[in-house]
């Protein structure tokens, strides 16, 4: 019951002529490399077409002869080979090539395919470049969505420092109530962390963020001679106009 060895002698020396029983692995392997042997042969073998190109190529290389009826009649007329055509000889000296056609399309065919491609080109070259302008411009609606966010949110800080300081200093001159509602700080304000509670707020009044940073400012400056972006008190308007840089944080930059 041991596996045969098809590479010893008992294999390679059997008589395989027709009749004689074979065992089946080895007739496998007979038909399997008969199968090869036709499959190189085939490939060996040129196309009908390749050997009308090679037939057509040396014929064209090659030069006409005097059995050439056209050739003889150049001939006779004074023409020698490889002078130029033409009573002058300004004409041709080599024949004209022959552009061979070996596909079943019409005239004209083959430039309307280049055409074709050249348009589906341009056209993709159209999209790359429309694809790249459109992700510039996001880039830069982000970076502007982006400077404003983050100038929105310094404005919201310069706001609520400047709610603390109009509290501390209307306290100190023993104001109890701001001027506006919004000049201070509700209790409760610094702590809130519920987000609609804060859209409720903003939707409260009609004043910007800017608008309400420039006008409490403006009081602290007339009223306290506060500068919120300096952090000093100074001691009247004449001292705050001489020493501080200006009413706005673009000034103090």
């Given at each position: 019951d041991e596996e045969e060895d098809y590479m010893s002698d008992l294999f390679l020396k059997q008589d395989v002529r027709p009749g004689v029983p074979m065992v089946r692995r080895v007739k496998e392997a007979i038909q399997k490399e008969e199968k090869q042997k036709e499959a190189n042969e085939k490939?060996?073998?040129?196309?009908?077409?390749?050997?009308?190109?090679e037939r057509r190529d040396s014929v064209l290389k090659s030069a006409l002869g005097n059995e050439n009826k056209g050739f003889a009649l150049l001939q006779k007329m004074g023409y020698k080979s490889g002078q130029a055509l033409g009573k002058s000889g300004e004409g041709i000296v080599e024949p004209i090539p022959l552009n061979i056609k070996t596909g079943r399309s019409g005239l004209g065919h083959e430039e309307l395919k280049k055409r074709k491609?050249?348009?589906?080109?341009?056209?993709?070259?159209?999209?790359l470049h429309m694809k790249k302008q459109a992700n510039e411009q996001a880039a830069d609606q982000f970076r502007i969505r982006f400077k404003n966010k983050q100038e929105e949110r310094k404005m919201e800080g310069d706001l609520r420092k400047s709610q603390r300081a109009c509290q501390q200093l209307d306290m100190q001159k023993d104001i109890d109530v701001p001027k506006e509602t919004w000049y201070w700080l509700e209790p409760e304000e610094e702590d809130k962390k519920d987000e609609e509670e804060k859209e409720d707020e903003c939707t409260s009044s009609d004043l910007s963020v800017s608008e309400k940073l420039r006008i409490l400012t403006a009081y602290l400056r007339e009223e306290h001679f506060y500068c919120i972006w300096c952090g000093t008190t100074y001691e009247d308007s004449e001292d705050l106009s001489s020493n501080c840089p200006g009413d706005s944080a673009a000034d103090h930059d």
């Amino acid at each position: 019951d041991e596996e045969e060895d098809y590479m010893s002698d008992l294999f390679l020396k059997q008589d395989v002529r027709p009749g004689v029983p074979m065992v089946r692995r080895v007739k496998e392997a007979i038909q399997k490399e008969e199968k090869q042997k036709e499959a190189n042969e085939k490939n060996r073998r040129k196309s009908i077409k390749e050997e009308e190109k090679e037939r057509r190529d040396s014929v064209l290389k090659s030069a006409l002869g005097n059995e050439n009826k056209g050739f003889a009649l150049l001939q006779k007329m004074g023409y020698k080979s490889g002078q130029a055509l033409g009573k002058s000889g300004e004409g041709i000296v080599e024949p004209i090539p022959l552009n061979i056609k070996t596909g079943r399309s019409g005239l004209g065919h083959e430039e309307l395919k280049k055409r074709k491609a050249e348009e589906r080109l341009e056209n993709y070259r159209q999209k790359l470049h429309m694809k790249k302008q459109a992700n510039e411009q996001a880039a830069d609606q982000f970076r502007i969505r982006f400077k404003n966010k983050q100038e929105e949110r310094k404005m919201e800080g310069d706001l609520r420092k400047s709610q603390r300081a109009c509290q501390q200093l209307d306290m100190q001159k023993d104001i109890d109530v701001p001027k506006e509602t919004w000049y201070w700080l509700e209790p409760e304000e610094e702590d809130k962390k519920d987000e609609e509670e804060k859209e409720d707020e903003c939707t409260s009044s009609d004043l910007s963020v800017s608008e309400k940073l420039r006008i409490l400012t403006a009081y602290l400056r007339e009223e306290h001679f506060y500068c919120i972006w300096c952090g000093t008190t100074y001691e009247d308007s004449e001292d705050l106009s001489s020493n501080c840089p200006g009413d706005s944080a673009a000034d103090h930059d």
